[in-house]
């Protein structure tokens, strides 16, 4: 009836690396946990947010993604009180969290924003 097929298994995506590369670049990007960071990869692309841990085969990154344009307006307003900010509008940012797991061999250098350029 059925035709069974045998599962393929799951392999990440990367290119082989020399272990001491891998290394290399496991204790780097140790040097930068909890810290917002630019991550740029083997395929040209990057993303900004913090490494949340590591554990020598893979990076666990956190990228927060902003939705500017939202306001808060004071709801309640009354005449009778005439201070000088009452009923102001104040924007919001609010923002969610975007979770990646991003092979090491995949990495190709982390730097920290806003503070010196570090190179691997």
């Known amino acids: 009836m059925y035709q069974q097929h045998e599962q393929q298994p799951y392999y ?3 290119y082989q690396q020399n272990p001491q590369t891998l ?3 496991h204790k780097h990007c ?5 810290q917002y960071v630019t991550v740029m990869l083997s395929d040209g692309s990057s993303y900004n947010g913090f ?6 085969q893979n990076l666990y990154f956190a990228a927060p993604i902003v939705q500017e344009g939202q306001n808060s307006e004071q709801e309640y307003r009354n005449e ?3 201070f000088p ?3 102001f509008v104040q924007p ?4 969610e969290i975007e979770r990646f797991i991003l092979p090491l061999t ?3 250098n982390v730097s920290p924003i806003g503070g010196g350029q570090s190179t691997y």
């Open 12 to 14: 990440q995506q990367g």
């Open 23 to 25: 290394k290399k670049m």
């Open 30 to 34: 140790r040097k930068f946990l909890q």
């Open 51 to 56: 490494i949340e841990f590591t554990d020598g």
């Open 80 to 82: 009778d009180y005439e």
């Open 85 to 87: 900010y009452y009923g």
């Open 92 to 95: 919001v940012n609010t923002y």
């Open 106 to 108: 995949m990495v190709a």
